[in-house]
């Protein structure tokens, strides 16, 4: 699909894929059309879109923009740490985000995919560009509900089916170094970071991750989101954008709730609310005891 050579390097080049006549298509756009292999054209503003890749894995780093980590008071470590997401999050541009109906605190976490293009294993830093497919717009959503339980391997809190938009499509030919990422909510800016600021630069990310675990085509690696992930309310247009790489676009919708009450359900305490509204969104005394907790 995509030619060799370096990721950040050569004209700009993007890749989607959309449902067209119940087939899956790989298109090209160009202005307000999208171009199929064969030649034929497609309204843009009608495509139904698929997400861009097929990953066999999608890693996240936990935290690398030191925004975020002065928002909730932590000192970012040496070294990132990470957790998965499935691969059943996965979701595309224009698709909905579902709220489960006995869940509240439903985040936005704007952020930039790097999508593996070719199995990698032991690459140094600076050949990670040359094993990627190219980066898109993606939203980490999270259900905070689920803190409580699932805060560090974030299974449920991130892991819910539909939690991963990618897209629209897959680009390379853009030194996204340069660029920043930032989410809107129905049209006003409501975060953004750009990747010069990041702790952990996303070439380190990627060989510290492949000197053990095999990347392989279609992968999805997270970077990292800026500081003020909130909560999204039914009916919310949410937007990722990242220069040069375009602008992902989800709305949200809310799904019924789970029909058997079976294991942990969620919570409204304040440990949830503190993550899922930062540290604004406490109590006076809640923000003294959790002040109190972290010393």
């Known amino acids: 699909m995509f030619s060799s050579g370096n990721v950040l390097e050569g ?17 090209t756009p160009r202005g307000e059309v999208l171009v199929l292999g064969d030649g034929r054209e497609v309204d843009e503003a009608t495509a139904t879109y698929l997400p861009p890749c097929d ?16 928002e909730f008071g932590v000192k970012m470590g040496p070294t990132p740490t990470y957790f998965q997401k499935p691969t059943t999050t996965m979701n595309a541009h224009r698709g909905h985000v579902h709220r489960p109906a006995d869940c509240q605190y439903l985040n936005y976490e704007g952020e930039i995919a790097a999508i593996v293009g070719k199995p990698m294993r032991n690459v140094a830093p600076e050949d990670t560009w040359y094993y990627l497919a190219g980066f898109a717009p993606s939203n980490d959503v999270g259900c905070h509900d689920y803190r409580d339980t699932d805060s560090g391997g974030m299974t449920r809190v991130k892991g ?78 949410v937007e990722v954008e990242a220069d040069g790489l375009g602008r992902l676009t989800n709305t949200v919708a809310e799904t019924p709730a789970p029909a058997h009450a079976v ?4 919570t409204d305490t304040a440990a949830v609310r503190s993550v ?13 005891a959790r002040e109190g907790f972290r010393r």
């Open 55 to 70: 990953p066999t894995k999608i890693l996240c780093v936990h935290l690398n923009y030191p925004c975020r980590a002065t």
């Open 160 to 237: 819910m089916d539909g939690f991963c938009p990618v897209g629209p499509g897959i680009v390379r030919g853009v030194d996204v170094r340069e660029s920043a990422v930032r989410t809107l909510i129905n049209g006003e800016i409501v975060q953004e970071g750009k990747v010069a600021e990041m702790t952990y630069g996303i070439d380190y990310m990627l060989a510290d991750l492949c000197r053990h675990i095999t990347l392989l085509p279609g992968d999805v690696v997270l970077t990292g989101t800026p500081a003020n992930s909130r909560p999204m309310t039914l009916g919310d247009v």
């Open 11 to 27: 004209e700009r080049e993007e890749w989607r894929r959309i449902l067209f006549e119940g087939v899956p298509h790989w298109v």
């Open 263 to 266: 294991g942990h359900q969620p």
């Open 276 to 288: 899922a509204l930062g540290p604004g969104g406490l109590t006076e005394e809640e923000r003294k």
